[in-house]
């Protein structure tokens, strides 16, 4: 071989390792976090005592707020309690910085994760702002212009429109910077939110983290749709999976002679005899999320009057009974939403025809660039999550080189309360 050429395939050699050293990929022996199980540790999260030590809610000077956006339509009467979009703020005394926290997957503004992460940063001297998932249903209701969520660029001008009105509105609060942190689903729509910043430039956001987002978001909720499909021995014409679990859990807090639901108590489940197996748990993960899909179907068929589940004419009152509807749209998971109803208002909106194209267009694909180049834009994943595929990883490394660090386990935001992820968080956001 020449010596030119020689040179040449060292260097390569050289550049693709330091690529490859530049991802901060955590030791699995160094990292500590006990749930080597993906499925365990996306339903039980981190034992209590590997947690941060945050402040109570009873010492957060904290308060929800409504905001009348009024989307262009008009809503069923039995939507009155949504009219309206609700969001909490925590405050601190003086000025101070402010997180925006985007909430994952159906999730509302006072999910559990979001709230922990309003406890963290509080703790550190944020102002916090939580946030609805724009595929909840009181986002869609009283946010979405469109109630069709799921086209990831239209929803984050639904977000950057609610962020804008939540600052509007606490026009006295002193703000030194803006941050931004989504996890899950509110991962993804952080980063549109940030590339729709760069242009608007309301906030100039000083860091943005995206916790355990999905890449290709088709295949995030194909990966999902299947666990509930995940064959459990036991379960036959005569019971159900909900009989088996429910059954487990009587028979666990026999056990323990009390009846106490919380993180800890699933975590302390799991290490008892009654725990539940893979097949059990990625059925328990898939089942949570179908309802979050069903709750996606609905709330935007009912909204949109589509007739898919409601028929469009079906009399809407406060006293209507949704439940068989409700029911109807159990059956439908997210790539029947998909196909149902956003991939024919998608194709509406002349952007393309298709689902190749919609996939690139909503999925982090479509801002490759404007992620390789921007410093303040960092990934927290975890290498077992059951969202990604393995070509997901590869993207993410390209993409973001040193700015992705990459955790051996915690399947699906099951360490996002781990304190070394906190201490890391914290760590990002003070740089």
Known sequence: MPLASRLFALLAILWLG?????????DAASYGFPLTNPFEATIATTPPELRPTLPDDADIDQADYSLRLRPRRELPDNFWAVKSLKYRLARQEGRAPLVFIISGTGAHYANGKTEELKRLFYGAGYHVVQLSSPTSYD???????HATPGISDRDAIDLYRVMESVRAQQKDLPVSDYYLIGYSLGGLHAAFVSHLDESRQAFNFRRVLLVNPPVNLFTSVTNLDRLVQTEVSGIDSSSTFYDLVLGKLARYFEERGAVEIDAAMLYDFQQSRQRLSDEEMAM?????????AADISFTSDLINRRGFIIPPTYPMDQGTSLTPFFKRALLCD????IRE????????QGDGNSL????????????????AGSDKIKVFHNRDDMILSPGDLGFLRRTFGARLTLFPRGGHCGNLNYRVNTQAMLEFFRD
């Open 341 to 348: 109803q956003l991939m024919p208002y998608w194709r509406r």
């Open 284 to 292: 328990l993960i898939g089942a949570a999320f179908r309802f979050a």
């Open 139 to 145: 986002f869609m209701a009283a946010a979405s212009r």
């Open 334 to 337: 997210f790539g029947c939403y």
């Open 18 to 26: 330091g690529a490859q050293a530049a991802v901060n990929e955590i």
């Open 356 to 371: 190749l194209q919609l996939i690139d267009q909503v999925s982090l694909y479509s801002l490759r660039t404007y992620l």
